[in-house]
């Protein structure tokens, strides 16, 4: 079946600096990309849709210069989070899907990334 | 707009039990409906989906799940709950122009010994 790694699983960074995130389908080619934020409450929320070759598309209130997202490849995916702070500490959650994903299985997720910015 | 609802924040349901975790829907066309399900510190993992058929759709691990159109509500069961079932599940609602996913706020699911 269709898998999506996500790496690292935890990371833990100083206030300031900089952050990557990578996203990557093994078995299928992705041209679609999510980006999701999951909160301490479980709410997940959508930051971006990745796509392949284009700019990414930000959701209202998602700050894209503080979130870059670049989805280069049709397998590859990256989210950097620049300039972190505290209240960037989350979970974040990436999604990938081949062309009508979303009619036969949604998406695959991958298994997140806990960032802790201290 | 479209919108997904989880009205419970938590379940709690005993072992050997059946378990409901609702869900309810807006759309103004067809509904592509999901269920997920994420453990404690990892990504989600599909359950189930209703895109068109019947109305009862039968997933993972002994789920399925209603769709049910006039009151557009996508409930989750399992006939018998297990311990192990314990975990945060999400409903969400798909298609549209942008192929995006709309989650639901989940819902956590405590099964009792």
């Known amino acids: 079946g269709a898998v999506v790694s996500q790496h690292p699983s935890r990371v833990i960074c100083k206030s300031g600096t900089s952050v990557k995130i990578e996203c990557r389908s093994l078995d299928f080619q992705a041209t679609t990309m999510f980006w999701y934020r999951q909160f301490p409450k479980k709410s997940l929320m959508l930051m971006a849709t990745?796509?392949?070759?284009?700019?990414?598309?930000?959701e209202q209130g998602v700050e894209k210069d503080k979130f870059l997202i670049n989805h280069a490849s049709l397998t590859l995916s990256t989210l950097t989070v620049t300039s972190a702070h505290p209240e960037d500490s989350s979970f974040y959650i990436c999604s990938a899907g081949d062309p009508g994903a979303v009619l036969n299985y949604g998406y695959t997720f991958g298994s997140g990334t806990r960032l802790t910015v201290v | 707009a479209q919108s997904v609802a989880q009205p419970e924040d938590q379940v709690n349901v005993a072992e050997g039990n059946p378990l409901t975790v609702k869900c309810t829907y807006s759309v103004s066309g067809n509904p592509y409906l999901f269920w997920y399900v994420q453990y404690p510190n990892r990504g989600l993992q599909f359950l189930l989906k209703y895109i068109t058929g019947d109305n009862l759709v039968k997933g993972s691990y002994g789920f399925e799940a209603e769709f049910n159109k006039s009151q557009t509500s996508f409930h989750l069961k399992k006939p018998s709950a297990l311990v192990s079932d314990s975990a945060l599940y999400f409903c969400?609602?798909?298609?549209?122009?942008?192929?995006?996913?709309?989650f639901g706020t989940g819902t956590l699911l405590a099964v009792q010994p």
């Open positions: 969400a609602l798909g298609g549209g122009a942008t192929n995006k996913l709309i």
């Open positions: 990745s796509n392949e070759g284009s700019k990414a598309t930000y």
